[in-house]
Structure formats: structure tokens, C-alpha cells
């Protein structure tokens, strides 16, 4: 299973909206409505940001939002934060019952 | 509050085999899976596998299958994960995670804190 792809790095200012994107094929992204995002900081676990394609789990600020369009996962995050600098990860469920994981963007707050 | 505490860091030799542990607490063990995921030091998230606590079914990433077990043990509310014949690749952090509700569905909601593994001579 070849894992999801995305963009190395994705950088706006505070306040401006940026958007990851990942792209995968029928057999995962486009097969299934179970696309999440997690945010992770440097030495800490992974976050779960959105499930499902675009439900945010409670807590999870509505600055973060999700989207699907064929093969291809999209998270937008609006009204940029300096906390919002992290990396973050797309997944999927695989035909094969499997997990995969995208590569990882890295957001940068200028 | 629903808690996943791993056990501790672990330097083994290659060849070697290496078995972490996750303890839950906070919820019904078995109504969840728990899914493991590892990471390269500098690299992104590998999804390793799942296993369903209410049975021990289990599944495997294809290129970890016959090196990998997942086990559990509900009376102790405790899932682990063990890897054998070690290589310096296996050098990584390795998550537990809850997953969803009676699917296998790879979303993770609550993570442990994760336990480094270190394979070195």
C-alpha cells in the first residue's frame, strides 16, 4: 500500500486560510468516506483534527474543516494561528482493511 | 478520561525482538480497536496494524506481516504490540491508538504517549 500523498510544506500568514491537499486512488481516498487529518507538534502524539472527511471532533477548533473530491482529501485551516504550526497527516481506510498514512505536510506560520 | 499509557523505552539488538505494551483506561476496552502506528526518527506516520480486542482478531500491513503480533489482554485492559527480528530500520517511536467503535476503521482519537524503540549493535 503506497502511502497518500502530499504536499512537503504549505506556509501562510497569521489570519490567511492555507490549504493541505492528499491525494490518493480508488482504493482508499476515493473508495471511502473515512479520510482523517491529525496535527502533530514536535514530540508529541498525533491529534485528531477531522474524521470521516469533515467531522470535527468536540474541541477541535471550526477553523478546521475537511473535504473530499475523487482521490483527492483536502483540510483547509482558516484564520491562520501561530499555534496552528505543526505537522499534519492525512489517513485513509484501504480496500485491503488496512490504514495508510500520507507523508506529512509541514505548515509554516510566517 | 479515557487514557493509553505505553511502557517504556527499549534498545535491543538487531535480530532481537522487542514487546511494548498499552494499558486503557477510561472506556470499555472491547468495544474499541486499537491500532499501531510507528515513526522513523525525522520521518512521518506508519500505519502498522489492528487488533480487536473483543476476540483478537488482528491485521497486519502487508510489508510487516510474519514480523509483527498484536496481542491483548482484556482482563488487564492491556493491548501490546511485538515485533521480532529487529533491524535499524525498526528504530522508531510506536503509538497505540484507540480506533473506532466495533469497525476497524483507522481513526484514532485518543494516542499514548508512544514508546521509543532503538535497535542498535
Known amino acids: 500500500q503506497s502511502a497518500l500523498t502530499q504536499p512537503a510544506s504549505v506556509s501562510g500568514s497569521p489570519g490567511q486560510s492555507i490549504t493541505i491537499s492528499c491525494t490518493g486512488t480508488s482504493s482508499d481516498v476515493g473508495g471511502y468516506n473515512f479520510v482523517s487529518w491529525y496535527q502533530q507538534h514536535p514530540g508529541k502524539a498525533p491529534k485528531l483534527m477531522i474524521y470521516?472527511?469533515?467531522n470535527r471532533p468536540s474541541g477541535v477548533s471550526n477553523r478546521f474543516s475537511g473535504s473530499k473530491s475523487a482521490n483527492t482529501a483536502s483540510l483547509t485551516i482558516s484564520g491562520l494561528q501561530a499555534e496552528d504550526e505543526a505537522d499534519y497527516y492525512c489517513s485513509s481506510f484501504t480496500s485491503s482493511s488496512t490504514g495508510v498514512f500520507g507523508g506529512g505536510t509541514k505548515v509554516t506560520v510566517l | 478520561q479515557v487514557q493509553l499509557v505505553q511502557s517504556g523505552a527499549e534498545v535491543r539488538k538487531p535480530g532481537a525482538s522487542v514487546k511494548v505494551s498499552c494499558k486503557a483506561s477510561g472506556y470499555t476496552f472491547s468495544d474499541y480497536y486499537i491500532h499501531w502506528v510507528r515513526q522513523a526518527p525525522g520521518q512521518g506516520l506508519e500505519w502498522m496494524g489492528w487488533?480487536?480486542?473483543?476476540?483478537?482478531?488482528?491485521h497486519y500491513a502487508q510489508k510487516l506481516q510474519g514480523r509483527v503480533a498484536m496481542t491483548r489482554d482484556t482482563s488487564i485492559n492491556t493491548a501490546y504490540m511485538e515485533i521480532n527480528r529487529l533491524t535499524s530500520d525498526d528504530t522508531a517511536l510506536y503509538f497505540c491508538?484507540?480506533?473506532?467503535?466495533?469497525?476497524?476503521?483507522?481513526?484514532?482519537?485518543?494516542w499514548g504517549q508512544g514508546a521509543l524503540v532503538t535497535v542498535s549493535s
Open positions: 470521516d472527511v469533515s
Open positions: 487488533i480487536n480486542p473483543n476476540g483478537g482478531a488482528t
Open positions: 491508538a484507540r480506533g473506532k467503535r466495533w469497525l476497524q476503521i483507522p481513526t484514532c482519537d485518543y
